[in-house]
């Protein structure tokens, strides 16, 4: 199989990336790399606890921290932590954490050109983009800008050891789908293509492996290193179909990221496999099915991720209006995005019934 194409782009950010359980121990060592000397550590309440951690790691280097970081970005949090970064005189910015303690410290580098350190504790990926998104009153706008890119990134798998499993089994298929919609991207190039196809392959050895012992460091290595490549793949291509349902999902019904990503994918790729089939032919090898979308199903059930969103609280009478938001604002996407076709695709992820195409 060749990823060739005759023309395309290859774009990658500037990042230094280091790998090893107990990496996080080099926080000072980087800082330093960096001529940084004043590092603000954040992390969301429920993690407050590796604030005090990192500090020591910090080795009198740290100038305090902000331990508010919350779901969704919200500019008033993002404003009230970028005073404190300034009454610091913080020179760093130091994310230990998921995608809201990540795109809390992406918020603050917008506002001020501070570099970052992170260090994520999920597989969402927003350590290797671009891309933050950020919500005013209810209203989420997303944008892309070097501004936002972390410089250093620390992927230590003894700090993702305590991930509880509902949440590694649905951080992982967030993380894959970044992969599976990277394949079809209308931007892809030979590189962003054997990214995804070697991420989705560290989920799919690697999950298990984590699944039959969480504190096993090396499948939780593993697991980490798909999630930087298919984090790269979303900071490098364009999204379509189901990061959009996702998006709509989430903002307008309130549904948790990772767990409506983990239901929506084998749909989503279900319903883009009748166009873009070739493309997707190392999703349906590494998952042994000629249809895509039933190989991912087959895949979120072996390793117990939900698979109906009614079990997230949405309501069946909800799903004419998520198809309309779904199909109101037009986007490309490898077969055509029609209301009709939509609604029948949510009818099944609402459901869990697979998707007949
Ligand atoms: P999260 O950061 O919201 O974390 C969920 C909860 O799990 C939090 O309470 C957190 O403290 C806790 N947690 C995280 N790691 C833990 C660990 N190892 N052990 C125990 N608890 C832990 O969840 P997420 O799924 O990582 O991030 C979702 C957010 O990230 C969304 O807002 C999404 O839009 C954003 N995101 C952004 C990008 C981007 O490129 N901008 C990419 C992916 C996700």
């Known amino acids: 199989m060749s990823f060739f194409r005759e023309e395309f782009i290859a774009r990658s950010a500037a990042v230094r990336v280091r790998f090893g359980p107990g990496v996080r121990r080099s926080v000072a060592e980087e800082m330093e ?19 005090d951690e990192f500090s020591a790691y910090c080795g009198g280097l740290a100038v305090g921290s902000y331990t508010g970081a919350t779901m969704h970005t919200p500019v008033s949090v993002s ?5 404190l970064a300034g009454a610091l005189g913080a020179d760093v910015l130091l994310s230990v954490g998921g ?6 410290g992406k ?16 597989y969402a990926g927003s350590e290797a983009t671009p891309i933050i998104g950020q919500t005013e009153n209810g209203v989420k706008t997303t944008q892309s800008t070097a501004k936002v890119q972390p410089e250093v990134i620390l992927y230590d798998a003894e700090l ?3 991930l509880p499993v509902e949440m590694t089994v649905t951080s992982a298929l967030n993380a894959m789908a970044h992969a599976a919609e990277g394949l079809y991207a209308r931007d892809r190039s030979p590189i962003s293509t054997l990214m995804a196809v ?17 504190e096993d460091t090396s499948a939780r290595g593993e697991t980490l290193y798909g999630a930087w490549l298919c984090g790269t793949v979303l900071g490098q ?5 189901h990061h959009k349902l996702c998006h709509t999902l989430g903002g307008s019904f309130d549904l948790p990221h990772a767990q409506t990503h983990a239901i929506v994918l084998p749909h989503a790729i279900a319903y883009n496999a009748q166009a873009a089939l070739e493309q997707l032919a190392p999703l349906a090898e590494l998952f042994g099915d000629s249809n895509p979308g039933r190989g991912l199903r087959s895949f979120a059930k072996q390793v117990g991720s939900p698979m109906a969103l009614r079990d997230l609280g949405l309501a069946e009478a909800d799903l004419d209006r998520a198809a309309d938001l779904a199909v109101a ?6 077969r055509p995005v029609e209301r009709d076709a939509i609604r029948k695709l949510l009818q099944a992820a609402w459901a869990g019934e697979e998707l007949a195409v």
């Open 33 to 51: 790399a960096l001529g940084a000397r004043r590092a603000l550590i954040l992390t969301t309440p429920q993690q407050a606890e590796l604030a």
């Open 107 to 122: 918020a603050i580098a917008l506002r001020t050109d501070l570099p970052q350190i992170v260090v994520p504790t999920t």
């Open 160 to 162: 993702v050891t305590t």
């Open 329 to 334: 604002n037009p986007y490309w996407n490898p």
């Open 79 to 83: 404003e009230d932590a970028t005073r």
């Open 237 to 241: 291509v364009g999204m379509a179909l």
């Open 198 to 214: 070697e991420g989705l392959r560290a989920f799919r050895d690697g999950l298990p492996r984590v699944l039959a012992n969480p």
């Open 99 to 104: 995608g809201s303690t990540i795109g809390l």
